[in-house]
């Protein structure tokens, strides 16, 4: 790839991700991914989501590196620096890494950023030029500002177990995958990604905060706001009853104890009876065209004040045959509808694996293991190949020595505990150099 066609539309970004466990490094993957140099800085003891999950056992049975599979999935493409940021002189190196940094990323409480000499305004003016992004879990401007938040928490606070428990569950449940923090990482990387093209046009950074409560709360909201999106009155009067809002809070289609994937005479299949058209080739194909004209299928009004009715109705009908039957009646009469997957089918899904989005690599400390690909492709900025996940502080010489530092104080920060770099050819780089 030549000069004029660089790798990715972020490529010569450079960001500084301070954050930890799933939604900065989602955010900081999306980036790198897109071209971006990412520099993870860890702790001594790293990132916690580490030694979570699924590991590499060796032949003795213990676990390898102790690079757990979700920090894998959100880690590779960075480059791991280890900077003990209590101790002065690592909070220096970080300055001198911001000098040249496009963007510094961290989920650390504002608070405490300003107590370590590392909030906004004292990175501003180091870099002027710096975007520098807070995730949080609550909103600066709210009473919960201080709260700790964890996705569980939040999936909490914004109502999903209580949905869930709506939808039929017996109980208030978490959706069994990191949602509130993939949410948000998502809206960090595209707030990220419009900040820089702000500076583009004025040459200033500034201070962006994505908060996880708020982000949840919307994606949440937008749906089940329902009739309490409306104040009673067409001016906004209140009501005298008391009552605000027309109606209740909820979206009837996505709280149906029937939506969900039918169950069918030996299995199930997932199937979405739409808009009219479904509705009339659907009908016919079962041989009831007649019920089109008849409530509560004549119209997409009608069956979505009857929506609950209608879902029981069809769970009933697909118990009549069996999925291999429904397959061949929904795929000639065009109605959409998709196998219900388990990993393993996922794993090795014709299409995912056709378009390269799993594919293998050979990990240097791992061995052979299935990738994730980026859901995007350009055709004017090809996207790049991501590096492995790092193992702890394997860049932390590289990009120190990048920043200004000699190998004696890149050698004595290593000394101090200030820094950190694994046993092998971090630290073999000093050592070869006599320092």
Not at 174 to 197: K, M
Not at 326 to 335: H, S
Not at 407 to 419: F, I, M, R
Request: proline content about 6%.
């Amino acid at each position: 790839m030549s000069a004029e066609h660089p790798r990715g539309p972020l490529a010569g970004v450079r960001i500084l991700d301070l954050s930890s466990i799933v939604l900065g490094p989602l955010a900081t993957l999306t980036l790198a991914g897109l071209g971006a140099e990412v520099i993870k800085i860890e702790a001594p003891d790293g990132d916690n989501v580490r030694a979570a999950g699924s590991m590499r056992v060796d032949a003795h049975g213990n676990e390898h590196e102790k690079m757990g599979h979700v920090f894998m999935h959100n880690n590779r493409g960075k480059k791991s620096v280890v900077l003990d940021l209590k101790k002065p002189a690592a909070r220096q190196a970080l300055l001198a890494l911001a000098k040249d940094a496009d963007v510094l990323l961290s989920n650390i409480r504002p608070a405490a950023m300003d107590r370590l000499g590392l909030g906004y305004d004292a990175l501003a003016a180091v870099n002027p030029r710096l975007v520098y992004v807070t995730a949080c879990g609550y909103s600066a401007r709210g009473p919960y500002a201080e709260r700790p938040a964890y996705d569980d928490l939040i999936q909490g606070a914004a109502g999903l177990p209580w949905l869930l428990q709506q939808a039929g569950a017996e109980e208030p449940m978490y959706v069994p995958v990191s949602i509130a923090d993939r949410v948000t990482g998502l809206h960090v990387a595209y707030s990220i990604s419009a900040a820089l093209f702000a500076r583009e046009r004025n040459g200033l950074g500034q201070h962006v905060e994505v908060s996880m409560f708020e982000s949840v709360a919307h994606f949440v909201l937008a749906d089940h706001m329902a009739g309490r999106t409306f104040v009673p009155g067409m001016n906004g009067e209140r009501a005298s009853t008391g009552v605000d809002g027309e109606g209740e809070a909820g979206y009837d289609r996505l709280l149906s104890a029937d939506r969900r994937p039918y169950r069918t005479a030996d299995g199930y299949l997932c199937v979405l009876i739409y808009n009219d058209k479904h509705w009339k080739t659907f009908l016919t194909a079962i041989g009831k065209p007649e019920l089109f004209s008849e409530s509560p299928f004549s119209s997409q009004r009608s069956r979505s004040r009857h929506i609950r009715e209608v879902y029981a109705w069809v769970a009933g009908v697909m118990r009549t045959r069996t999925s291999a039957q429904w397959k061949t009646l929904l795929e000639e009469a065009d109605i959409p509808y998709q196998a219900v997957n388990s990993m393993e089918d996922l794993l090795n899904d014709l299409h995912l694996n056709a378009t390269g989005f799993i594919s293998e690599e050979m990990h240097p400390s791992e061995g052979r293991i299935r990738i994730l690909g980026n859901p995007t492709t350009w055709s004017g900025t090809p996207l790049p190949a991501l590096a492995p996940t790092p193992r702890l502080g394997e860049h932390s010489v590289e990009v120190l020595r990048s920043a200004g530092y000699s190998d004696d104080q890149v050698k004595q920060l290593l000394e101090e505990g200030s820094a950190g770099a694994p046993l092998g050819r971090c630290n073999a780089a000093v050592v070869a150099t006599g320092a």
